[in-house]
């Protein structure tokens, strides 16, 4: 393992490298939240990215979301980590082959809930890998949508209640998560379907999309009601935010929202 502050210093840059969403309002934190949502994000992204690669067939997806998910169910073995995935090494993102640095990096009060939270995720990922990734109704896509972005929300209400004891509703954190994702479904829906994923339900419109991914987007309104620490507020409103306009712009019939918007969006949260 890397020296701690080095370590550091790679994960803020791999956060920059591999976060849309996510970087800016990680690095408004305060220690050692920053460093703890840091190293837990990353933590989801190697797992994520794994499942997102277009190089690897399904199979190997399931074997090595798997084996992931049995590794951190116990201590860490990165040894096992690292061998597992040699013969794919050099077509996996630096992110995913430095899982055990991320988890090097999570404080010890928390470590396990984050482990536990990305064991669940791979596993749930594994399942949908071997599915095909085809949503055929709301039950399909509430399960893929819980695996891979509800999950987050999950963990992070772990790591508020560590941090300060700020209490939030699981099930409110999920739909936040939900949410999230719901509107990436909506931007890459094109895109996902030539390269035969669908996320979309059987025989719902663009506008039942919309419908879903807006009343996952209010429980994110309803959970944060409960926090009360200003930093930990203003991480949550920016994605939010970010997501609120992105919806905004695709009813507009534009693909994303500009660096601008997004710059002016972080700027007024900042002032609030």
């Known amino acids: 393992m890397k020296q701690a502050k080095q370590l550091q210093k790679d994960a803020i840059q791999m956060l920059k490298d591999t976060s849309r969403t996510f970087y800016i309002p990680i690095t408004l934190l305060k220690s050692p939240l920053k460093q703890t949502v840091g190293s837990a994000y990353l933590c989801m992204r190697a797992v994520d990215e794994i499942e997102d690669h277009e190089g690897l067939d399904s199979g190997t997806k399931q074997h090595l979301l798997r084996y992931t998910s049995d590794l951190l169910e116990g201590e860490f073995d990165d040894e096992a980590y690292r061998a597992m995935l040699q013969p794919y090494e050099s077509r996996l993102p630096e992110v995913t082959l430095r899982l055990g640095d991320w988890?090097?990096?999570c404080p010890?009060?928390?470590?396990?809930?984050?482990?536990?939270?990305?064991?669940?995720?791979?596993?749930?990922?594994?399942?949908?890998?071997?599915?095909?990734?085809?949503?055929?109704d709301k039950e399909d896509l509430d399960d893929y949508t819980y695996y891979v972005a509800g999950l987050v929300g999950v963990m992070l209400s772990d790591i508020w209640f560590w941090y300060d004891g700020t209490e939030t509703d699981r099930d409110l954190a999920i739909?936040?998560?939900r949410g999230l994702q719901a509107v990436n479904i909506l931007?890459?829906?094109?895109?996902?379907?030539e390269r035969g994923v669908n996320f979309v339900p059987d025989g719902w419109t663009r506008d039942d999309m919309f419908r879903y991914t807006e009343n996952n987007l209010a429980q994110a309104d309803e959970y944060m009601k409960?926090?009360?620490?200003?930093?930990?507020?203003?991480?949550c409103r920016i994605p939010l935010a970010l997501a609120k306009r992105t919806v905004k712009a695709l009813?507009?019939?534009?693909?994303?929202?500009?660096?601008?918007?997004v710059e002016t969006i972080v700027e007024d949260m900042k002032s609030e």
Do not use: P
Request: aromatic content about 6%.
């Open 175 to 177: 739909g936040y998560g």
């Open 103 to 105: 988890i090097h990096l």
């Open 226 to 235: 409960a926090i009360k620490t200003r930093n930990i507020l203003l991480f």
């Open 251 to 261: 009813k507009e019939g534009r693909e994303k929202i500009s660096r601008d918007e």
């Open 108 to 136: 010890d009060g928390i470590v396990d809930k984050v482990k536990e939270s990305t064991s669940i995720m791979a596993s749930g990922m594994a399942d949908w890998a071997e599915k095909g990734w085809n949503v055929k």
């Open 187 to 193: 931007r890459n829906q094109d895109e996902d379907s």
